[in-house]
Each structure stands twice: as C-alpha cells, then as structure tokens.
C-alpha cells in the first residue's frame, strides 16, 4: 500500500471518527505488543514457540505447576515489566474527554487502567486477581503469592489467574456489558485483534450488524479485514492512534 493511500484511510477514519455519537472500542493483543507484550498469533506471536493448552482449563487442573510456571513466566512476569503505549493513551484521553463511550479489550494485561481508563470491559477477565478453584476465594496476584508454584489458598485449593482460559464462560456480566456496548455503538474501533477467538470474536460483528462502522487497526489483515471492517488501516496501534488523536484534536486547535 502506497503512503498516499494510506494517508487517505486515516482522513476517512478521522471522519468516521469525528462523526460518530457513540464511539466504541474492542482491543486484542495487538496493541499491547509495542508495549513488549507478545501476542498469541501473529508475527512473533506466543503460539508459535509455546503449547497453547498451557491456558486450557483441563490441561491447566491436571498438569498445575507445570502450567503455572509457563503462565508466570510468559504473563505475570512480561505484564510487570511492561507500560502503557501511546495507543492506551489516546484511548485513555479520548474516554476521559468522552470522545470514547465504551472501551472493551480482551486483554488481561491492566494496560489500559495503568494509561488511565477508568471504564473498562475486560471481556476475559484480568490477571490482576487469583481465583481460589476450590472455595471462590480471589485475592491479588502478588510477587509473593506467585513466589512458590502452584500458588495456594489458605484453604489450600489451587489459585487459578481470574482470567479466562479456554474451555471456560467468558464473566457473564462483562459479556452483557460488551454485547450492549456493540449494539449502541454506531462506529467500533477494532485494535490489534485476529478475530478468531470466540465469542469474543462476535463483539464487533454484532455493532457491524446494527449498523455501525467498524475501523480495524492491524499491521496485519486478520478475519475482519474485508468482511466485518468497512476500513483498514494496516498500522501498529501505537502509529495509527496518535495520528488520528493528531487529525481529531490538532496541536493548537484548528479544524
Ligand atoms: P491474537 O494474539 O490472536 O492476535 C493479535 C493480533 O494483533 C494479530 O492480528 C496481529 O497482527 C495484531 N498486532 C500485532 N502487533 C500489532 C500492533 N503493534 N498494533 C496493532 N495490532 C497488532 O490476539 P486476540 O485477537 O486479542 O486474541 C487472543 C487472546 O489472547 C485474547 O483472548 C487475549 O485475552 C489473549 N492475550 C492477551 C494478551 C494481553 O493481555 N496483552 C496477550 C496475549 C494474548
């Protein structure tokens, strides 16, 4: 794709942008990873080096620090090195000034909260918190908890991340709150998402269903490009977002 085209996606994103009563937003991996957090599919993404039943809730139960250990490693340790990106920032500026309505991630990595948002959906729940898979029990996922492997509750069942593994229901509320958030939007940013983890997935094809816009920002194309995007803009999240924060709000005013 030439600059020029390029350049003329973003104005027609930033009119979109500009235009819209309700904009929404749906993030996946993609825009943590120029914050040094990899994703799961995707150039460099996790699966490609790790066994992904690591985060199968059966696999994780039977085989626990085995999992644990792969999970700290490649989660809880790469999430405290990391910090906020310009794109969590925009995003986080534009809730703020309320340019941005709803802000749903399927991330679990705080990124968001850390840039500021106050408001946020977390489809597949979060790491900040551990799970008791015994009695229920959740208490912060702290260095010193996770310090021996598996982590324990005090009543002695296992701690699980309060994050959602795959063969598991996504949080029920978050989901209603994600799926109300779709249908009233009328423009959805779709951020650094392959579009293939369900129901997840079905997030932004159910705004595109009620008529809204959808804009996706990837570098790559992904199982929205061409069928649920109306416009892509194939930019790292952390290029397209302070651009169109440029257009949207210029440096000293102006249209
Ligand atoms: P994914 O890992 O399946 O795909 C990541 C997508 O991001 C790809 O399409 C890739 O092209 C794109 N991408 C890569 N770099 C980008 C950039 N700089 N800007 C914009 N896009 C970029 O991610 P997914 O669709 O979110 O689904 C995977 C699941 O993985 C989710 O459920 C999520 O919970 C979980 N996950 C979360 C984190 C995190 O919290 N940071 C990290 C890995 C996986």
């Known amino acids: 794709m030439t600059t020029p085209d390029i350049a003329a996606r ?4 930033a009119r979109l942008l500009r235009g819209a009563r309700r904009l929404t937003a749906f993030t996946g991996a993609g825009i943590s990873a120029e914050s040094g957090i990899p994703t799961f599919r995707g150039a460099g993404g996790l699966w490609n080096r790790h066994d992904p039943r690591t985060l199968e809730i059966d ?3 039977a085989h626990p620090l085995e999992s644990w250990t792969v999970i700290r490693d490649l989660f809880y340790a790469a999430f405290a090195r990391a910090e906020p990106n310009p794109a969590h920032r925009v995003l986080a500026g534009w809730q703020a000034s309320g340019r941005l309505a709803a802000l749903i991630t399927q991330n679990i990595d705080d990124l968001h909260q850390r840039a500021g948002s106050r408001e946020v959906i977390e489809l597949h729940g979060n790491s900040r918190l551990l799970a008791c898979t015994r009695c229920g029990r959740r208490d912060p996922a702290t260095p010193e908890t996770l310090a021996g492997l598996p982590p324990r509750c005090g009543c002695g069942g296992l701690y699980k ?3 959602t593994f795959f063969g598991e229901a996504l949080p029920a509320a978050a989901w209603q709150a994600a799926e109300a958030a779709a249908r009233g939007a009328d423009v959805m940013l779709v951020i650094g998402s392959t579009g293939e983890v369900y ?3 079905s997030v932004p094809r159910l705004a595109a269903a009620g008529g809204a816009s959808i804009v996706e920002i990837n570098p790559e194309a992904s199982a929205f490009t061409g069928s649920v995007s109306d416009l892509h ?3 790292k999240a952390g290029e397209a977002l302070p651009l169109l924060a440029r257009y949207l709000d210029p440096p000293g005013g102006g249209a």
């Open 10 to 13: 973003i104005a027609a994103a």
């Open 233 to 235: 803009l194939p930019l």
């Open 59 to 61: 696999w994780f139960l």
């Open 199 to 201: 129901p997840a997935a």
């Open 161 to 163: 991340p309060d994050f």
